[in-house]
C-alpha cells in the first residue's frame, strides 16, 4: 500500500483534473441506521429548510455525471433526489462498505466520489481535489483530511476497487480505513476548510 499526503493546503495548486464529468459516479451512503440520532433515518431529516441529504446533493450534482444514493428504507424519498438509488444486499444495517458493495452492480464509469449523508458543508471543489492524485499520481483512492481528522467517507476510488469487497466483507472486516490499506492511497488536505466535514448528527428543524 501507498499512503501519502497529496499535498498540503498550503501548498495545493487550483485544481486541473482532466477528469470528464461523465467518468465520475457520485455516490451518498445514506444507509446507516441512524444509532448516533436516535434510529431516524439521518439522511431525510430537516436541516436548514431541507433534508440533509439534500445539501449533499446540491454540492456533488454539478461535479458527477450520474448521482447515486444508497439507502435502506424511504427509497422513494430518495429516489426523488438522484438518478438512482440502491440497497445493501446485507441485512442489518451492515456499515459503508456494505454500501459500496451495493453500489458495484450500479456503477458503470472509471472513477467513484463517495461522501456520507450528514455532511452539507462539503467544500464545493471536492471532487476535483479528491481526483487529482488519481490521475498525478497513480492511487487507487484518495481520501479527505481536515487537518485533524481523517474522513475516510469522502473519498475518490477507481470503480475497479469494488470487485474485493464481497470477500473482505465475507471476511468479517467492517473499517473502511483497513479496506483501504489494501490499495494505493493518497490523504488530501482539506485543512483550509476543517468546517466542511463536519457532521450533524442531531439534525433538527430551523438549525
Not at 485544481?15 to 436516535?38: F, K, N, Q, S, Y
Not at 451492515?94 to 455532511?119: H, K, N, S, Y
Not at 487537518?147 to 473519498?155: Q, S
Request: aromatic content about 6%; proline content about 7%; hydrophobic content about 40%.
Amino acid at each position: 500500500m501507498v499512503d501519502c499526503d497529496y499535498p498540503t493546503a498550503r501548498q495545493a495548486r487550483a485544481p486541473d483534473t482532466v477528469t470528464a464529468r461523465g467518468d465520475i459516479t457520485g455516490l451518498i451512503l445514506a444507509g446507516g441506521a441512524g444509532r448516533r440520532a436516535g434510529g431516524i433515518d439521518k439522511g431525510l431529516a430537516p436541516w436548514r429548510g431541507q433534508p440533509l441529504v439534500a445539501h449533499v446533493v446540491r454540492r456533488l450534482r454539478p461535479e458527477v455525471g450520474r448521482l447515486l444514493i444508497s439507502c435502506n428504507r424511504n427509497a422513494a424519498a430518495y429516489a426523488a433526489l438522484a438518478d438512482g438509488t440502491i440497497a445493501d444486499s446485507r441485512a442489518g444495517f451492515q456499515g459503508p462498505l456494505a454500501g459500496l458493495e451495493a453500489a458495484g452492480g450500479a456503477v458503470q464509469t472509471p472513477f467513484i466520489v463517495v461522501t456520507p449523508c450528514d455532511t452539507p458543508l462539503l467544500p464545493r471543489d471536492l471532487v476535483p481535489r479528491l481526483l487529482e492524485p488519481l490521475e498525478a499520481m497513480g492511487v487507487d483512492i484518495a481520501w479527505a483530511h481536515d487537518g485533524d481528522r481523517a474522513h475516510y467517507l469522502c473519498a475518490a476510488l477507481r470503480s475497479g476497487c469494488l470487485a474485493d469487497l464481497a470477500d473482505w466483507l465475507d471476511q468479517g472486516h467492517r473499517a473502511v480505513r483497513h479496506w483501504f490499506r489494501n490499495y494505493r492511497c493518497a490523504k488530501v488536505d482539506f485543512s483550509d476548510q476543517p468546517r466542511a466535514f463536519r457532521n450533524i448528527n442531531r439534525p433538527a428543524p430551523g438549525v
